[in-house]
């Protein structure tokens, strides 16, 4: 494209150099690059596909975790539970009413008063007593049964040269006079048997 | 353009026809689009709205955990456990629905015929099946369940009241119905105890939640602790040792109380009948409240105590002022006996109170100006409520100062025509105790707030002088004499190496029916220890008694036995001084 100018130059005399320079500018022809479209084009295929692995990826994962926090989850409340209910049982073998029925089927009693030792002076204050097996209750009474089911022993006073037959009639015959005469009739009374029945057993 | 190439417009048609008929197509579709966009956005919205947001959601109630209610070291009278709620799908379970309800009714005790209606709910995706399950029990069955091909069972967070200690404390803490207290402290501090409930609302697929999906929730907020002064073990030795009494005495009912001396803290409130706090209802009902602080008595000769020490303050008599006791007193509307016949004897102040004389005591009580003795015992803390936080408590029956007519004042000075609750009258008897001044008594440490507002607890704990220090520690002397073996009459409620001091009491009663003295008795021992220290106030008593027992020999072995009991538990060594030698006689 230079070959032009370097012609004009060679014509034109020194004298006619501003002129020259002057006509040196002229009108360059518009460029016209055809870059390729490729790499545009798999660049943006690439952000796209890797934003839809990457988001499918991503979702995966999340899904995933979810999994695992059920999972987990779950995990945790077996084991809280199953700590709670050893804590139940705990509770329920540190009951004092428990504690007091081991301790007594093993013969223990109550202890007695205690005395005390002050370390410094080796002075005793107090009265040791030792510990008595006085009965301690632990357990309620089973309740009084009525008197119909649970009637007054029937006393039949025999006499030395024995007539049994006679007696032993009197005895069914007239029971309710029996228990009169016994002073035994109310309720109360013969609670009062069942549950002395009651003690006897618990004292075995 | 290459001349092989056909020109264009032949083979297609023209370019205007392609178009009209490309715009009509793109209307059509547009217009059933439209007409869709009507039929959902207009006509009926909220259904299909609703039927989207039902598909996947779930919407759960998330249970705050209850607080546990706590003795003074910690222990849990009243303890939350982890449970489940096993709630149905009707959806799911209608189809195999009597099998199911059966094999629940197997495994968890529930009632088959409601089961299976809620089996078969129409419109209905949840359904309660069983509430308050132990966990690991919950999850087995559902599992279970599972196993055998049953589908549509799920369980759900519910804690489960679990009272450990079974009857240990169960008339002070009460329990729980269904979904609410009932009873006890479980009630009056529940709106500490219960918490608040949250909620979680969110899609599900295949049982997982998902990620991005809706997801609302609103965090339960857990009840607080509630914490008490009771000694859980000590409360248990006192229920069994007044059981023994009670039972052994064939009485109706009775009660004991143990106070710390110093602090007004309430160790132990056993009360007896009382019930098994996991199963209330197999109790009467009448055996759920406290007695200690519901029943209204009258106190009987422990209330000599509160006149003697009144009347020392007042400097107008001392344990030896000696008084002349006839055989029976003639006052203005009838005469007055002692328990026991004699001629007449002559006691010392300190031996009225030893003897226990009704006569001697209202002697003494003549020197009380009008009123005076009314002012005092009101001082003591009786005619008003305990306010310990425990619901129901009488505040007893002190005659107004008005009222106060010379006979009442006679019968009051020895403990009749005045009324009070086991607690008040603890209280009154630990104010000798504790040098004269009137600790006010509590159950609960720290503070909490009632369900009427009342801010109740240690931290509210107040102290009032009530008689002068030289008039309580003359009085504990006197006390002391009622334990001795030859002066007093309870010789039954001595404790082996302490000095004891304590007061008998044996009241007429007054019957519910006829509203008068109906021929039973209320029996009652108060006392502290050590007599020259105390620590610890306990009072004991026992309604009705059918052997002939009095206060000393009735209700004084309770005492003994709790007391050593607390005193051997808190390490309390004797003080080692020589008790009180206080003439009974002149």
Known sequence: MSSPAIQVRSRIPRLAEDAFQKARLSVVPRRRTRTSRMPFIALVSMVLLGGVVGLLLFNTSMQQASFASTALEEQANTLAARQQSLEMDLDRLRDPQRIAGAAQRLGMVQAGAPAFITLGSGKVTGVPTPAVAAPFRINALPPAKPAALNPAPHVVLVDPPPTKSDHHKSGQGSGKNNQNNQNNTDDTASGNQGRGHGDGKKNQ | ?586
């Not at chain 2, 353009?1 to 083979?11: A, D, E, L, N, S």
């Not at chain 2, 089961?115 to 309660?128: H, I």
């Not at chain 2, 106190?299 to 007042?314: A, H, N, Q, R, Y």
């Not at chain 2, 009488?394 to 025509?417: C, E, K, N, V």
Request: charged residues 20%.
């Open chain 2, 1 to 586: 353009m290459r001349p092989t190439q056909p020109p264009r417009g032949t083979r297609r048609g023209s370019p205007q026809l392609r178009l009209r008929v490309g715009f009509l197509v793109i209307a059509m579709a547009l217009s059933l689009f439209g007409a869709r966009l009507v039929q959902l956005q207009g006509l009926d919205p909220n259904s299909y709205a609703a039927m989207a947001a039902a598909e996947g959601m779930v919407n759960v109630e998330l249970p705050a955990e209850r607080g546990d209610i706590l003795d003074r070291n910690g222990k849990p009278l009243a303890d939350s456990v982890d449970g489940l709620m096993v709630v149905a799908d009707p959806a799911m379970t209608a189809e195999k629905a009597p099998e199911l309800a059966k094999f629940l009714y197997k495994r968890l005790h529930v009632d088959y015929v409601s089961t299976l209606a809620k089996l078969r709910a129409q419109d209905s995706r949840f359904e309660y099946i069983a509430r308050r399950v132990p966990a690991t029990k919950a999850t087995e069955v559902v599992a279970a369940a599972g196993r055998l091909g049953f589908e549509g069972l799920d369980t759900r967070r519910d804690p489960v009241r679990d009272y450990p200690a079974g009857d240990v404390g169960a008339n002070l803490v009460g329990f729980l119905g269904t979904d609410e207290p009932l009873a006890g402290l479980e009630r009056t501090f529940n709106g500490q105890l219960s918490g608040k409930d949250g909620s979680s609302r969110y899609e599900v697929g295949g049982g997982n939640r998902i990620p991005l999906g809706e997801n609302t929730v609103t965090k339960p907020v857990d009840g607080q602790d509630l914490k008490t002064t009771i000694d859980l073990d000590l409360q248990w030795y006192a229920q069994r040792a007044l059981r023994q009494a009670v039972e052994d005495s064939r009485a109706d009912s009775g009660f004991a109380v143990v106070m710390d001396s110093r602090t007004g803290e309430l160790l132990a409130i056993a009360d007896d009948p009382t019930y098994d706090a996991n199963d209330p209802t197999a109790s009467p009902k009448a055996d759920l409240g406290s007695r200690a602080l519901q029943d209204v008595y009258e106190p009987g000769s422990v209330e000599k105590v509160l006149t003697i020490s009144s009347l020392m303050d007042l400097g107008l008599v001392t344990p030896k002022t000696e008084i002349v006791v006839p055989p029976e007193l003639d006052r203005e509307d009838r005469p007055i006996h002692d328990w026991f016949a004699h001629g007449t004897i002559h006691l010392t102040l300190a031996g009225v109170i030893a003897k226990s004389s009704n006569i001697g005591t209202v002697l003494a009580a003549d020197h009380f100006k009008q009123g005076q003795l009314h002012d005092y015992l009101s001082q003591f803390g009786l005619g008003k409520t305990t306010d310990i936080g425990v619901r129901g408590e009488t505040q007893g029956l002190l005659p107004a100062r008005a009222s106060w007519t010379h006979q009442m004042q006679d019968r009051i000075a020895f403990g009749q025509s005045v009324s009070v609750n086991g607690v008040q009258m603890a209280t009154a008897v630990n104010t000798i105790a504790n040098g004269g001044v009137r600790v006010s008594p509590s159950l609960i440490e720290g503070s909490a707030t009632t369900d009427d507002g009342q801010q109740v607890g240690t931290d509210h704990t107040t102290r009032t002088r009530v008689v002068s220090e030289d008039a309580a520690t003359k009085m504990a002397h006197m006390m002391e004499r009622v334990v001795d073996p030859e002066a007093g009459v309870a010789p039954a409620a001595a404790i082996p190496g302490y000095r004891v001091a304590g007061k008998t009491g044996t009241a007429q009663a007054v019957g519910a029916a006829c509203g008068c003295y109906d021929g039973t008795f209320d029996v009652s021992f108060a006392g502290f220890a050590p007599a020259d220290d105390p620590r610890f106030t306990v009072y004991v008593v026992i309604k009705n008694p059918r052997n002939g027992g009095g206060g000393g020999s009735t209700a004084g072995p309770v005492f003994a036995k709790i007391m050593s009991y607390a005193l051997s538990r808190y390490g309390i060594p004797p003080t080692g001084t020589a008790p009180s030698r206080l003439p009974v006689e002149w």
